[in-house]
């Protein structure tokens, strides 16, 4: 079996070496050579090859064709940017702050799809609905629980503005014939959801639940002096 020699930087001639199982042993040059095992930080030693990165305060910039250096941070990371696809401009970084994390955050948007009985549409939540030109709401709930108003004279009191909904009305102290008129509505006028007239004797307290959605907003119109509370959200 031939020998197979190569000639060093000086032109010696030097037998190129294999391992036991047959494989061209490579080792580090310098010039022009190929260059590894170790270096850098140091102490690591031998198997396998290492692939290397660049540090540079300002990142340099690559025209097409050219080969380039990975380019690693002060820590030894490597730096990524990342595009969209088939797009030539990178992905912005964006920075949120709230109450449980802060700093730069990789964003990643979803949504989701919801049947509107002809086709599915994305789900917003609350007024974003109508701004964004259609699509599913989502009625947003307060977390803390239902919310109530009283109401004790004849008057219209405008309970809420928007979506949400109603429960029931706890009636605390009843008149005698007293009318309690329930609309969808910011004002006394619109979408009525009901009439209540309390009989002329009135078992008291006594509740009316509905457990049912409003749209546009909750407004009640009274007579008399019937002491009522509101149970919403």
């Known amino acids: 079996m031939a020998i197979i020699e190569g000639l060093t930087s000086t032109g010696v ?11 061209l042993q490579v080792s580090g040059g310098t010039s022009g050579g190929t260059a590894g095992d170790v270096a850098s930080g140091a102490t690591d030693s031998g198997n396998p090859v290492k692939v290397g990165g660049v540090y540079n305060t300002t ?7 050219q080969r380039a250096n990975f380019q690693v941070g002060t820590a030894g990371s490597l730096n990524v940017t990342v595009y969209g696809a088939n797009s030539a401009s990178a992905v912005s ?49 307060e977390e803390s629980g239902r919310l109530f108003t009283n109401i004790s004279t004849a008057t219209t009191t405008t309970v809420k503005s928007g979506k949400g909904n109603l429960h029931c009305i ?62 919403y959200r």
């Open 13 to 23: 001639e030097v037998p190129v070496k294999v391992g036991a199982d047959g494989t």
């Open 170 to 231: 706890n009636i605390n102290t009843g008149v005698a014939s007293a009318t309690i008129t329930i609309y969808d509505s910011t004002t006394a006028t619109g979408t009525k959801i009901g009439t209540l007239t309390l009989p002329s004797t009135v078992g008291q307290p006594f509740n009316l639940f509905y457990d049912l959605a409003f749209t546009n907003g909750l407004t009640i119109v009274t007579s008399g002096a019937t002491d009522l509370t509101v149970v």
């Open 59 to 65: 990142l340099p910039t690559f025209t097409n064709g």
């Open 93 to 141: 970084v964006g920075s949120w702050t709230d109450a449980n994390t802060s700093g730069n955050l990789f964003r990643v948007g979803a949504y989701c799809s919801v049947w509107n009985g002809t086709t599915t549409d994305r789900q917003y939540s609350g007024a974003a609905s109508a701004a964004a030109g259609g699509g599913i709401g989502a009625i947003a709930v």
